[in-house]
């Protein structure tokens, strides 16, 4: 039998996690024998791609799985998902990321959906799983995804450009292609954030259904450390503006473009960062060190939460400048070949 659905997982350095998501895979109430796994190694050097075939021999955590590992150089998440559709010929593909737990019933949900729906981008529920640590960083999450679960669950709004998330996300090989797959640029290096709203912005130009599936879900075991989470922050401000430079009329769904409606404190920081970078970030040191004493600590809270969104409007301010930098560096490389 033909495999009906592809599961495509990218991963960087993050072998553990790895194991337990194909262990959920390879528990699904879906045969094995209907779908198909591809696993990208994005760069990674913690032996995930020894791990995962490993996994799935004879006897392994997730035995049975018809699986693929592939391995690159750490290109980014948007490359590896776009290689491993391209590895794969199953007329489906999930993309989950790698620490995502799946539920058991997690393909057929996904499968069940696109039958009764064709062509349409399915989206599923991403909740926090028991397993991550405690702190304000969980409990922010956890809010998150208790806010966008009531948002999307609401038929009668659409689905906003900015919750068009890998992290779960299904679609026919033919939408995918059509579309073009993800945008290589906005994760080049390997650095975060923007491929997949980029994708869903180019969805709903092309009119493409994106709607949400409750039943399928995904649990997120979330063991950032604070010092990644500020690098990907700082990321997504210079993704947010290489997006709004390509296209422009998504400017004021993104968050560049929402600056208004921030908080009094984090209007400000974001302000005085875009006037004052390096200065803003050096009044700032002793909180973001405080910051990642606290994740480390395990501490939660409202006085940290707050904190913590003011650290955020900082860090993506100074990706917006990051990417306005590199843009002034591009067009100045441009013109001196212009008059070479």
């Not at 501490?299 to 650290?311: I, N, P, Q, S």
């Amino acid at each position: 039998m033909s495999a009906e659905l592809a599961v495509v997982i990218p991963t960087h350095q993050r072998r553990e996690l790895l194991l337990r998501v194909l262990a959920a895979v390879a528990a699904q109430t879906l045969p094995p024998t209907r779908f198909q796994v591809v696993v990208v190694c994005d760069g990674c050097s913690d032996g995930s791609p020894e791990a995962a075939r490993q996994a799935a021999a004879p006897g392994g955590a997730a035995a049975g799985l018809d699986l693929t590992v592939m391995e690159q150089p750490n290109s980014g998440a948007a490359t590896a998902r776009n290689r491993g559709a391209a590895a794969c010929d199953a007329p489906l593909l999930l993309f989950i990321d790698d620490d995502m737990i799946a539920a058991p019933d997690l393909a057929e949900a996904h499968l069940t959906h696109h039958r009764s729906r064709p062509g349409s981008v399915v989206l599923g529920a991403m909740p926090v799983h028991p397993d991550s640590p405690p702190g304000y960083l969980t409990e922010g999450l956890r809010r998150w995804a208790d806010r966008r679960h009531a948002l999307l669950s609401d038929p009668a709004r659409p689905v906003p450009t900015d919750e068009v998330l890998t992290g779960q996300m299904s679609m026919s090989r033919e939408t995918f292609h059509r579309l073009g797959g993800f945008d290589v640029r906005f994760t080049a290096g390997g650095t975060f954030g923007g491929e997949d709203i980029e994708f869903g912005w180019r969805t709903r130009r092309l009119g493409i259904p994106v709607v949400y599936e409750p039943r399928a879900v995904t649990r997120q075991i979330y063991r950032k450390t604070f010092r990644a989470l500020c690098r990907n922050i700082r990321d997504a401000g210079a993704a947010d503006a290489l997006m709004a430079a390509k296209h422009p009329e998504i400017r004021a769904e993104l968050p560049l473009g929402q600056v208004e409606t921030l908080s009094a404190w984090r209007r400000r920081t974001h302000q005085a960062t875009r006037r004052a970078p390096r200065l803003t970030a050096l009044a700032l040191a002793p909180a973001l060190a405080a910051l990642e004493a606290a994740a480390r600590l395990g501490l939660g809270g409202d006085l940290w939460e707050k904190l913590h969104g003011v650290a955020r409007a900082h860090l993506y301010a100074r990706g917006m400048q990051d990417a306005a930098v590199e843009a002034a560096a591009l067009a100045a490389a441009a013109s001196g070949s212009r008059t070479a």
